[in-house]
């Protein structure tokens, strides 16, 4: 089965501007997660959705951080404006509903200059 | 506050000996542990899991040691080789909360041939 696909790879951007990272999660995993793993540390969990609801947004900074999962499969998460503290690495994942161990994409970096 | 903590940012082991990575955790709560794998430009890959019923579960080379009433796990990898070379992540979640994996801040392994 193919994996969970993330895109892009790489992101470069200056500060103040708008950024967007797209997540397909595999084909059946109802459940949606995006992490942060800043340099150094491990993943911290942003978002998580069951199909299109996001049932565990509570880390997420609302005020310049948004997130959508239409027709529950394809993610989108959105960063406006971009600071400095936000380069890291943005980790997707998927599973099953109430299984513990889930499947990461390879993760967009993220520079902000 | 880390409720996860991997106190040893690295570690170096020749290969085929044993590699012994520790894992600290805070919360009474967590009852699932996970350790995942990452490769540089990759995403953390699953590597093996146990619950809180069981001390010990092993998966070929690897094994994980939960320690409750110390609030401690362990991964050994035997014999270890240079393709462990990695990091490696150690995660808890608990059972009222399922989608949800904290993290601790990743060992990395070297093996040296």
């Known amino acids: 089965e193919a994996g969970v696909v993330q895109s892009p790879r790489y992101k470069i951007i200056e500060k103040k501007q708008p950024v967007a990272f797209w997540c397909n999660p595999i084909?059946?995993?109802?459940?949606l997660y995006w992490y942060r793993q800043n340099l150094g540390q491990g993943p911290e969990l942003l978002i998580r959705?069951?199909?299109?609801?996001?049932?565990?947004d509570s880390q997420l900074p609302k005020d310049r951080f948004s997130a959508e999962r239409l027709k529950g499969v394809d993610s989108t998460l959105k960063i406006q404006p971009a600071e400095l503290g936000d380069s890291a690495v943005y980790l997707c994942?998927?599973?099953?509903?109430?299984?513990?161990?889930?499947?990461f994409g390879s993760g967009t970096r993220l520079t902000v200059v | 506050d880390q409720q996860v903590k991997q106190n040893s940012p690295s570690l170096s082991v020749q290969e085929g000996r044993i590699s012994i990575l520790n894992c600290d955790y805070t919360n009474s709560m967590f009852d699932y542990f996970l350790w995942y794998k990452k490769y540089p430009a990759e995403g953390p890959t699953f590597l093996i899991s146990?619950?809180?019923?069981?001390d010990k579960n092993e998966d070929g080379r690897f094994t994980v040691f939960l320690n409750k009433s110390a609030k401690h796990l362990s991964l050994h990898i035997v014999p270890s080789q240079p393709g462990d070379s990695a990091v490696y992540f150690c995660a808890a979640s608990a059972s009222s909360n399922t989608g949800k994996l904290i993290f601790g801040q990743g060992t990395t392994l070297q093996v040296k041939p």
């Open positions: 959705y069951e199909n299109e609801e996001a049932v565990d």
């Open positions: 084909s059946g995993h109802n459940t």
């Open positions: 994942a998927s599973s099953y509903p109430e299984v513990y161990g889930y499947t």
């Open positions: 146990i619950s809180s019923i069981k």
